[in-house]
């Protein structure tokens, strides 16, 4: 079983960053990626970036330059920085244990963590 643990959600100045974090614990078959997701009220939800256990990332256009995934794998840890944050960006954040594959789309699969409020302030 993988069990995911976001931190680091909070109230951010528009134009400011902020940095989440994802705690991993626990392995599965067929798990070897984490993907970053948001949804913000009366929207679906949203990829964002993924990062696979050697590195591979990939990123929706819609945050490609301005938010960076990375992890720490000492720590199990992945971090989604996010720059220069626009209201827009107010949203629930998770995170997801999943698979990205060479040339695929990062595909989700059913491990979420609790998720953390993100909420762009002007």
């Known amino acids: 079983q993988v069990r995911l643990v976001e931190s680091g959600g909070g109230l951010v100045q528009a134009g400011g960053s902020l940095r989440l974090s994802c705690a991993a614990s626990?392995?599965?078959?067929?798990?070897?990626?984490v993907g970053w997701f948001r949804q913000a009220p009366g929207k679906q939800r949203e990829f964002l970036a993924a990062?696979?256990?050697?590195?591979?990332?990939k990123y929706a256009d819609s945050v490609k330059g301005r938010f960076t995934i990375s992890r720490d794998n000492a720590k199990n840890t992945v971090s989604l920085q996010m720059n220069k944050v626009k209201s827009e960006d107010t949203a629930v954040y998770s995170c997801?244990?999943?698979?990205?594959?060479?040339?695929?789309?990062?595909?989700?699969?059913?491990?979420w963590g609790q998720g953390t409020q993100v909420t762009v302030v002007s």
């Open positions: 997801n244990g999943g698979r990205l594959d060479y040339e695929d789309e990062y595909a989700e699969k059913d491990y």
């Open positions: 990062i696979s256990n050697d590195g591979m990332t």
């Open positions: 626990g392995r599965t078959f067929g798990v070897n990626a």
